[in-house]
């Protein structure tokens, strides 16, 4: 069925020759060629269960791409994406940890052009309200984490009360390591923008670290690289429990899946475990060096 859908699209050169790519957790992508050259196809509908509007994801994707950070969106229609493809390698938690101080000029640089180039209505992601959201639907839905959830809410609320004002920006908001590509001239470039609007810097800071395992060392290099200056121990505090935050909603994220998704080969079960083991360690560190935050 995917093959006639996209051989039917009208923005294609000629022959068409599709194969599948493997490796996403919830949309399906197909790389394609054409007398023009290879593109990347991506299907996927609305997720309202995890806020997923794909009008804003196009958007972003198209302003990622006026800003310098994202490939060129080359065709768009209800439920598909057609950007170009991009000679790139993937990379892996190791090569955030490698140069932190280069994610967090990055970072400081993408928070900054992308303010000029998004447009129309202004989507918002507050990860706390994601996570009491996630919450609700895990409990409607029956999920197997139900046991979990009253502690995941009140780990949110906590972790809310712990954050510091910041300036908004247009955050990406899913910081995973194979989001970053780097092509041969050492180009760096980000992908998928499902979750992508409005909020504070923090949370992608966070969620890069988080994703890649840093040590403290590495994300206060990539904090101070972002900041410009060391940042102090009640920006850090918060960093600390936004990285809480976004392991908790990744492992959320997944439960959700669980209960509405089924992309080829995921396992939304051990991904959500994965990252409940990441959020304890975390949250151990968390205590150790701050304590509990009052709520």
Known sequence: M??????????WRGEVVAEPLTGG?????????DAAGAHVVR???DFPFHHVSRANEVMAARAAHRAGFAPEVEFAGAGVMVSRFLEART????????????????????????????????????????????ARTLQAGGSRFAG????????????EAAQVPLPVVFGH??????????DAEGRLWLIDYEYAGFG????????????????????????????????????????????CASLAREAMWAMVSELFLAAPGADYDAHARDYLDRLDAALDRYRTDHGKTPT
């Open 91 to 134: 990379w892996g938690a190791a090569d955030l940890r490698a140069d932190p101080g280069r994610i967090g000029r990055y970072l400081r640089a993408f928070h900054r052009r992308m303010l000029a180039e998004v447009s129309g209505p202004g989507a918002i992601f507050w990860v706390f309200h994601v996570i009491r959201d996630y």
């Open 148 to 159: 979990a959830l009253g502690r995941l809410r009140a780990l949110a609320d906590e972790m």
């Open 173 to 182: 908001h899913d910081l995973l390591p194979a989001n970053f590509l780097e």
């Open 200 to 243: 504070t810097a923090m949370f992608d800071l966070a969620g890069a670290a988080s994703n890649a395992g840093m040590e403290a060392g590495a994300a206060e290099a990539m904090l101070a690289a972002y900041l410009g200056e060391a940042p102090d121990a009640g920006f850090l505090r918060a960093f600390d429990a936004m990285q």
């Open 43 to 45: 299907l996927g509908a």
């Open 25 to 33: 957790l919830s949309n399906e992508s197909w790389k394609v060629r």
């Open 2 to 11: 995917s093959i006639e859908r996209i051989r039917a699209l009208s923005c």
